[in-house]
C-alpha cells in the first residue's frame, strides 16, 4: 500500500549514513520482513483525525512530517522486534557469535533512529515507556519463563496512536488507546481490519485541548 512505501522510504532515510554498507543493507532486509501495520496506523490515526476536524493536508512537508513518525514507531518496532527474537533464540550458542553481535547491532541502531525521529514529537515519552517495559518483560520473562511477547505489538500500536493522533493535533482518547491494543493482539499487516477507519471516526477526537497548545510537526 501507499502509506507502507512511504514509511519505508522514510525509514531508510533516518539510516542512511549508517556504515559500514552491510548493516545497512540488514535494515533493508528487515523493513522488508517485519509488518509495517505499526507505522501504517500511525498514519491511519492522523488521517482519521485530520478527516473528522475537516482539515485536509496537502502540503508536503507536512505528509513527510507524518512520514517520519510512523517511520519513528516502525523502526522502534523492528528494533525491539529483532531483539525479542535473539533473546528467544540465542544464537550464540550456536558458535555464530559473529552474525548474532552484528544483528544486536542492528537493533539498536533501529531503536536509537526510531527514538531520534520521535525525539521532538509528542510521542517521545510514550516511547520510552514502550523500551522500558520491552526490558522490564524481558527481565520477567528470564527470570520465570513467563512468555510476555504479546505485550510488544500493544505497545507499539498504542504508541503508534499517540504519535497519529498527536501529529493531527490532539491526544489520542481512551478509546483510541483500547483500539490500538486490540490491534496489537493481531499485529500482521493483512490483519488490520476493513472497517479500520470506521473504527477509528468513531474513537478519535478533534478536541486539540489534550495538546496542552503545543505545535505539532504537521501545523502550519
Not at 523500551?131 to 510488544?152: H, I, K, P, W, Y
Not at 486490540?182 to 472497517?195: I, N, Q, T, V
Given at each position: 500500500m501507499?502509506?507502507?512505501?512511504?514509511?519505508?522510504?522514510?525509514?531508510?532515510?533516518?539510516v542512511?549514513?549508517?556504515?559500514?554498507?552491510?548493516?545497512?543493507?540488514?535494515?533493508?532486509?528487515?523493513?522488508?520482513?517485519?509488518?509495517?501495520?505499526?507505522?501504517?496506523?500511525?498514519?491511519?490515526?492522523?488521517?482519521?483525525?485530520r478527516?473528522?476536524?475537516?482539515?485536509?493536508?496537502d502540503?508536503?512537508d507536512?505528509?513527510?512530517?507524518?512520514?517520519?513518525?510512523?517511520?519513528?514507531?516502525?523502526?522502534?518496532?523492528?528494533?525491539?522486534?529483532?531483539t525479542?527474537a535473539?533473546?528467544?533464540?540465542?544464537?550464540?550458542?550456536?558458535?555464530?557469535?559473529?552474525?548474532?553481535?552484528?544483528?544486536?547491532?542492528?537493533?539498536?541502531?533501529?531503536?536509537?533512529?526510531?527514538?531520534?525521529?520521535?525525539?521532538?514529537?509528542?510521542?517521545?515519552?510514550?516511547?520510552v515507556?514502550?523500551?522500558?517495559?520491552?526490558?522490564?518483560?524481558?527481565?520477567?520473562?528470564?527470570?520465570?519463563?513467563?512468555?510476555?511477547?504479546?505485550?510488544?505489538e500493544r505497545?507499539?500500536f498504542e504508541?503508534?496512536?499517540?504519535?497519529?493522533?498527536?501529529?493531527?493535533?490532539?491526544?489520542?482518547?481512551?478509546?483510541?488507546?483500547?483500539?490500538?491494543?486490540?490491534?496489537?493482539?493481531?499485529?500482521?499487516?493483512?490483519?488490520?481490519?476493513?472497517?479500520l477507519?470506521?473504527?477509528?471516526?468513531?474513537?478519535?477526537?478533534?478536541?486539540?485541548?489534550?495538546?496542552?497548545?503545543?505545535?505539532?510537526?504537521?501545523?502550519?
Open positions: 501507499q502509506e507502507a512505501g512511504a514509511i519505508r522510504a522514510a525509514a531508510l532515510d533516518a542512511e549514513d549508517v556504515d559500514p554498507q552491510v548493516i545497512y543493507e540488514r535494515i533493508d532486509e528487515l523493513l522488508d520482513q517485519e509488518s509495517m501495520a505499526p507505522g501504517v496506523f500511525t498514519i491511519a490515526c492522523a488521517n482519521a483525525v478527516e473528522r476536524s475537516g482539515r485536509t493536508t502540503d508536503l507536512a505528509d513527510d512530517a507524518l512520514a517520519e513518525r510512523a517511520a519513528g514507531v516502525q523502526l522502534i518496532y523492528v528494533g525491539l522486534s529483532r525479542r535473539l533473546a528467544a533464540d540465542q544464537p550464540w550458542t550456536t558458535g555464530d557469535g559473529d552474525a548474532a553481535n552484528l544483528e544486536i547491532l542492528v537493533a539498536d541502531i533501529l531503536v536509537a533512529r526510531g527514538f531520534y525521529l520521535l525525539a521532538r514529537t509528542e510521542a517521545s515519552d510514550e516511547a515507556a514502550v523500551v522500558r517495559a520491552f526490558g522490564r518483560d524481558q527481565t520477567v520473562a528470564r527470570e520465570t519463563g513467563e512468555s510476555l511477547d504479546s505485550n510488544l505497545d507499539v504508541l503508534a496512536a499517540v504519535a497519529g493522533a498527536t501529529a493531527a493535533g490532539v491526544s489520542p482518547t481512551p478509546q483510541l488507546r483500547e483500539l490500538a491494543t486490540d490491534l496489537g493482539d493481531a499485529p500482521s499487516e493483512a490483519s488490520l481490519p476493513r472497517s477507519h470506521e473504527q477509528l471516526t468513531a474513537v478519535v477526537s478533534v478536541d486539540s485541548s489534550g495538546t496542552d497548545g503545543v505545535r505539532t510537526s504537521v501545523d502550519h
